[in-house]
């Protein structure tokens, strides 16, 4: 059984992902799964900046931390796994910082 702060931080993913999923809101979940399922296929290290810009840009999610979730639940499925730590490139997030990931099995 996870510890308690974990099992909070799933039942938040849960939510966040469930409330995407909602049948006025599925676009933007659509678009960003099949990107990461893109991602993976191609093999190549990407981050949630990256990811971000291949979902179209009028496709927003309901709450920022949607695109968090679908990479995190990637990585509980054991799809993707963390390379290292790079400042975002978008200008909104004041140089902070992102996770680099890559598919499963891929890593250097």
Known sequence: MPEPGEQL?????????????AVHRSTFLEHAEAALAELIRERCEFTAD??????????????PNVLPAIIQAAARRGEI????????????????VNRVWIAAGEQP
């Open 50 to 63: 990256a990811l971000r810009e291949r979902v179209p840009p009028e496709v927003q999610p309901h709450h």
């Open 81 to 96: 796994v963390p390379v290292r730590w790079e400042p975002s490139s978008r200008p909104s997030r004041h140089a902070s």
């Open 9 to 21: 931080q799933l039942l938040g993913t849960e939510s966040v992902l469930a409330a995407e999923v």
